[in-house]
């Protein structure tokens, strides 16, 4: 079975601070995703990968910033964290050329006071 | 601009089919997804139609209507766990956009 893990489930941060989501897959996926989920808005991509140091913006790329230096790592940076930044952060990977099928991780879910 | 459109809510008995709809509007794709998200989970795939017309999966069915610009998941003799929220995605080329989520109450 896929397996998607994150680093946390439950994150508080401070406005400003510097904040760094990781997620790790155990499949030898080539796509990774980051999305942001909430209520009302369904999931939206903020950015995704397809390789190691290649990365793509999604949707809503302002305020974040990604990372993937090996195959299975894929982190997702809040530069300076703001509080219209709270949400449900849901990490993703599929094989090459089957991005319809992903496999989620269990999600973070950040509070930035 | 490019959005799904899904129902809220849909509520059905056990034992019931129920049909949720998918509705959008982009310039082109290569096909629509379905996942699964119970409460504090983490989404599921379910079903993937990357031609027009009906892709089977046991109780579950999707399909797709490029001409009409529709989706639709049919779940068959529902159970009280299909209770949870579904998602329609489309794929297209480095753009995954999903709809906002219908949440299904199976009700005993």
Known sequence: ?113 | GQSLEQPSEVTAVEGAIVQINCTYQTSGFYGLSWYQQHDGGAPTFLSYNALDGLEETGRFSSFLSRSDSYGYLLLQELQMKDSASYFCALRGTYKYIFGTGTRLKVLA
């Open chain 1, 1 to 113: 079975d896929v397996k998607v893990t994150q680093s946390s489930r439950y994150l508080v941060k401070r406005t400003g601070e510097k904040v760094f989501l990781e997620c790790v897959q155990d499949m030898d996926h080539e796509n990774m995703f980051w999305y942001r989920q909430d209520p009302g808005l369904g999931l939206r991509l903020i950015y995704f990968s397809y390789d190691v140091k290649m990365k793509e913006k999604g949707d809503i790329p302002e305020g974040y910033s990604v990372s993937r230096e090996k195959k299975e790592r894929f982190s997702l940076i809040l530069e300076s964290a703001s509080t219209n930044q709270t949400s449900m952060y849901l990490c993703a990977s599929s094989l090459l050329g089957k991005a319809e099928t992903q496999y989620f991780g269990p999600g973070t879910r950040l509070l930035v006071l």
